[in-house]
């Protein structure tokens, strides 16, 4: 039994820095392709979104002086170099990605369309989003929620280094607690930082539910599809 037919899996820049500061950590991105692999092994349907934050975000570099949408378009770029990494990742493990871009610019990636998208997951492809939504002022937790909603997946699944949403930043404060469940009410109300309102608020309005989880964790993505209870679900 699989918990989820068809996954939206989010997965941000900066996790692939691994222990560095800047860029991608190969070992990092091999652990990754074989968590992936393992879970389409199972029949899972897989659609990845890949942040950018390890090479670039727009509002960082808005910061030093940058053109904000010029800094987001480099950001939007920074996701299709992460998508092709971890397409190569995954091509060295014996799986078959296919990288989608949001913005032209064959041969690098096909143009996403939704038909397209769907084609190659019920051939057994992993689909892999790039250019977030090819707009600037989003970001790919945005991008993500709305090719989750798009192309009809049973759940947009985050994987952060963190195994869960808590009531307060684990890492900053020792007696925060892990929430099993909670409602996108309770995360504007509590104002938790799980992702932007942008992308929380497409979840909200269309029933889209989300997981956050630790995918640092070797073997964590297929305990959520084998419906282990490791993270935290979001819904109505
Ligand atoms: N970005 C954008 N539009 C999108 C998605 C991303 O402009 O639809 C830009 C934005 O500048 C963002 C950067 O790409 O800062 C990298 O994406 P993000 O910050 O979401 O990456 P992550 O935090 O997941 O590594």
Known sequence: MIAYKRI??????????????????????????????????MGVQVAIVIGGGNIFRGLSGASKGFDRVKGDQMGMLATVINSLALSSALE??????????????EPIGEFYSKQKALESLNAGEIVIFSAGTGCPYFTTDTGSSLRAIEIEADVMLKGTRVDGIYTADPEKDPSATKFTEITYDEIYNRNLKVMDLTATTMCKENDMPIYVFDMDTPGNLKKVLEGQAIGTLVKK
């Open 92 to 105: 060295a493990v014996g799986a078959k990605p296919r990288v989608l871009t949001a913005v032209r610019m």
């Open 8 to 41: 939206l899996l989010k997965l941000s820049g900066e996790s692939l820095m691994g222990n560095r500061q800047y860029g991608i950590d190969e070992n990092r991105l091999a652990q990754y392709a074989t968590q992936i692999k393992e879970v389409a092994d």
